[in-house]
């Protein structure tokens, strides 16, 4: 069942009137939608993805950054990273295979979350992310290696 009181119906620029009308007369459902979100992806986009996925690193920096100046402990940062951070591009990568840049952004903001205790102070990164992307049984952490990730 539809639920027409919440619904709306969401047609391409190329849809002739006529065709618009009658989908929305059999559906039932008079709203027109395209300008929200849903699962934090707006309902339409143009051919620049680029700014759509740009917010992606955003949020996870913004986030990042409020739990960092909560100084969370190294085992604290890993459970972070592991459970909410490196999860938050989860459903966009589900819809969309992103650019390996991208990805490589997101993987960058992710280790800058693990290494720098603040903000300002950036550190070295003492072991590199593909080693602690590797399973435990590996012997690394079994954080996400992005890329691969995107191509499951």
Not at 13 to 33: M, S, W
Not at 44 to 53: E, I, N, P, Q, S
Not at 68 to 79: D, E, N, V, W, Y
Not at 94 to 117: E, N, Y
Request: hydrophobic share 40%.
């Amino acid at each position: 069942m539809i639920n027409i009181s919440k619904s709306a119906i969401t047609f391409s620029r190329k849809t002739p009137d006529h065709v618009k009308t009658e989908a929305q007369q059999i559906l039932q459902i008079q709203l027109t939608g395209g300008l929200g979100k849903y699962l934090g992806l707006p309902e339409m986009f143009g051919r620049k993805k680029r700014d759509l996925f740009n917010q992606i690193i955003d949020r996870i920096r913004q986030r990042s950054l409020s739990w960092s100046s909560r100084f969370l402990s190294t085992a604290g940062k890993t459970i972070m990273l592991k459970s909410v951070l490196a999860s938050m591009p989860t459903y966009t990568m589900f819809c969309f295979k992103l650019h390996v840049s991208l990805c490589k952004s997101i993987q960058s903001a992710l280790t800058r979350f693990r290494w720098d205790s603040s903000a300002d102070k950036k550190k070295m990164c003492w072991i590199a992310w593909s080693k602690m992307a590797k399973t435990k049984k590996e012997g690394g952490l079994g954080f996400k290696d992005v890329t691969n990730f995107n191509d499951a």
